[in-house]
């Protein structure tokens, strides 16, 4: 199976009560080419179009509350119609910075399709100086490297990372006999 995604979003923030505490919303498109074996029934493309909704709190200095809502299409190019492509994730955090340095991580995500439609969120976040960061939280860890030619810190930076994912999803398609079907897929990326 060949599949190449092309995604662009906008972020965008609302304040909501105070100018500290705004609501990020952030809608985006993605589109995914597929190149389905030989055999396989399968759309040339998927698209997701979505927004998302984030909140965060600060409380006592030293917790977080971290909540989003992405409602979204996911379909092909003739489903969007279809009661299977809309589709409502989400997910709730809890996080715990007793340092500036250091942040523990727990909550959950929820997939509205695909494999696993509850995800548990765990683990830490070290940053011990500004030009590196260990977020080393499943499902997404990372590592992170700000990059010595980066023009003016704080503004303009260059990275270099190195991820991991476990990832699901699901998209409305139409077969090419018109009956509908929904894909599901869940994939582990480096």
Same mark, same amino acid.
């Given at each position: 199976?060949?599949?190449? =995604?092309?995604?662009? =979003?906008?972020?965008?923030? *609302?304040? !909501? ?10 809608? #985006? ?19 997701? *179009? ?25 379909? $092909?190019?003739?489903?969007?119609? #279809? =009661? ?46 500004? $030009?590196?960061?260990?977020? *080393? ?18 503004? $303009? ?15 409305? !398609?139409?077969? #090419? =006999?018109?009956?509908?079907?929904? *894909? ?7």
């Amino acid at each position: 199976l060949g599949w190449t =995604d092309l995604r662009t =979003d906008v972020l965008t923030a *609302l304040t !909501f009560f105070t100018r500290e505490n705004p609501i990020i919303i952030t809608p #985006s498109y993605e589109l995914h080419f597929l190149e389905a074996p030989q055999g396989i029934e399968l759309p040339p493309r998927l698209n997701d *179009l979505a927004v998302d909704f984030h909140i965060f709190r600060v409380f006592d200095n030293k917790w977080i509350a971290d909540v989003a809502v992405t409602p979204g299409l996911y379909t $092909d190019d003739h489903s969007f119609d #279809s =009661d299977e492509a809309l589709r409502f994730n989400g997910r709730a955090l809890g996080i715990y910075a007793p340092t500036l340095d250091w942040k523990w991580v727990l909550g959950v995500t929820y997939v509205n399709g695909g494999w696993a439609k509850v995800v548990p969120v765990f683990g830490v976040v070290y940053e011990p100086n500004d $030009d590196v960061i260990y977020e *080393l939280v499943f499902p997404r860890p990372r590592v992170a490297w700000r990059l010595g030619n980066s023009p003016v810190p704080g503004r $303009d930076e260059y990275w270099f990372y190195v991820l991991g994912e476990f990832a699901n999803a699901a998209w409305a !398609f139409e077969q #090419s =006999d018109g009956a509908p079907d929904v *894909l599901a897929y869940r994939d582990y990326r480096a």
